[in-house]
Structures are given as C-alpha cells and as structure tokens.
C-alpha cells in the first residue's frame, strides 16, 4: 500500500527556519515527480512546489521562490522542504503529495502543521 | 498565472438530489496537441487530506462512485454528483496541471439540506 508520511512541523518564529521530511513508501519513488501543497487554518489549498523524480528540474509558487527548497533522496525514498526566512503566513498544514509533471496529484499524505508565530 | 475560480462557494442540496459545481479558469487548459484538458476535482473531508476524484476533466478514479461526474472543456468545467449521499459533505477543489504554478480554485463547500 502507498504511503506519504510527512514529519517535521512545528512552531517556529518570524524568520526562522525548518526542514520537512516526507517518507514515501509502496512505490517506486524516484519514478515518480513529487510535490508539496499547503493549506492555511480554514483555507483553501495552495501548490507550493513540485520536484521531477531524479530531481534535477524544480518549480516554486512566486509567494515562497528564494524562501523554500526542495529537495528529495532517493536512496532513502525521502522529500524535503527547507524552509527559510518564514513568515506569519506561511503558517498551514503542509501536505507531500505524487505529483509528476502535467500530471494531477494522485496522492497524498496526512500532512504537518507549522505554526510561524512569536 | 492561471486563476481557477469555483462557484457557488458553498451549496446545500437535498439527499438524493444533483449537485452541481462550477470551475472556470482564466485561459484554456486544453492542450491541444492530445486534446486533453489539464484539470482535475479533489474532495477533502474534514480532517482530512484532498482525494482525487476526477482527472483530464472528465475520467473517475478507481473506486469513485459513479454519481461523480466531470465534463467541460477548455476553460468551464462542471463537476455533478447526481444522487447526493450523505458522505459527499465535503468540500470541492478543482486544479488545473496545465502550467505552474498549479492553481486551485477556492473551494466549493457542500452540505446537506
């Protein structure tokens, strides 16, 4: 059975910084492109970015580019999203999806909360 | 960037009766090289993560009932579930994969008359 476990949310000042992990397990992992969205308290969804499966080719939404990174490890079937500078509203529930490139997301994990608050 | 705008953002339906939600984007997401539309409808329960139910538009994942329906092209889509259940309160996301940034819409929340 496919799974994503995300891990690594937590509370974090005004511009610090914080990595999340996402555990992929049930498939092949490095076959396959890798996203992260996230969702404010009571919002909607927002994409944040997408990774291609070997991990050479990234895209970021404008409102995180210079700020996230993502990055992934196939040898340990694992994503990343290093977050830096964070902000107020970067606080949300981020989720880890399989996303390929001009492809939906077909699925994804139960996400972790980071708080961004002094 | 493409802007997905939903509507209604929120409806109320009769059990057993249709619901319709509304998804326009603001320039097509047909690509017309394989006549596919780059859009897809996402449920998410409270408390819990979005599941695809529809992708290219119109084609149902495995396992989604059939009262789920997609159709539109271009730049107006509809998702229809006909035969509303009880487990359908949730709330509806479309998203277009044509280009990033992958847009959403802003929801559509559906709840029982």
């Known amino acids: 059975e496919m799974q994503l476990l995300e891990s690594g949310g937590d509370l974090v000042q005004p511009g610090g910084s914080l990595r999340l992990s996402c555990a992929a397990s049930?498939?092949?992992?490095?076959?396959?492109?890798m996203s992260w969205v996230r969702q404010a308290p009571g919002k909607g969804l927002e994409w944040v970015s997408t990774?291609?499966?070997?991990?050479?080719?990234?895209y970021y939404a404008d409102s995180v580019k210079g700020r996230f990174t993502i990055s992934r490890d196939n040898s340990k079937n694992t994503l990343y999203l290093q977050m830096n500078s964070l902000r107020a509203e970067d606080t949300a529930v981020y989720y880890c999806a399989r996303q390929d490139f001009l492809y939906p997301i077909d699925h994804w994990g139960q996400g972790t909360l980071v708080t961004v608050s002094s | 960037d493409i802007v997905m705008t939903q509507s209604p953002d929120s409806l109320a339906v009769s059990l057993g009766e249709r619901a319709t939600i509304n998804c326009k984007s603001s320039?097509?997401?047909?690509?017309?090289?394989?006549?596919?539309?780059?859009l897809a409808w996402y449920q998410q329960k409270p408390g819990q993560p979005p599941k695809l139910l529809i992708d290219w538009a119109s084609t149902r994942e495995f396992g989604v009932p059939d009262r789920f329906s997609g159709s539109g092209s271009g730049t107006d889509f509809t998702l229809t579930i006909s035969g509303l259940q009880a487990e359908d309160v949730a709330v509806y996301y479309c998203q277009q994969y044509y280009s990033t940034p992958y847009t959403f819409g802003q929801g559509t929340k559906l709840e029982i008359k």
């Open positions: 320039q097509s997401v047909l690509y017309s090289s394989n006549n596919k539309n780059y």
């Open positions: 990774i291609s499966g070997g991990g050479g080719t990234t």
């Open positions: 049930g498939f092949t992992f490095s076959s396959y492109g």
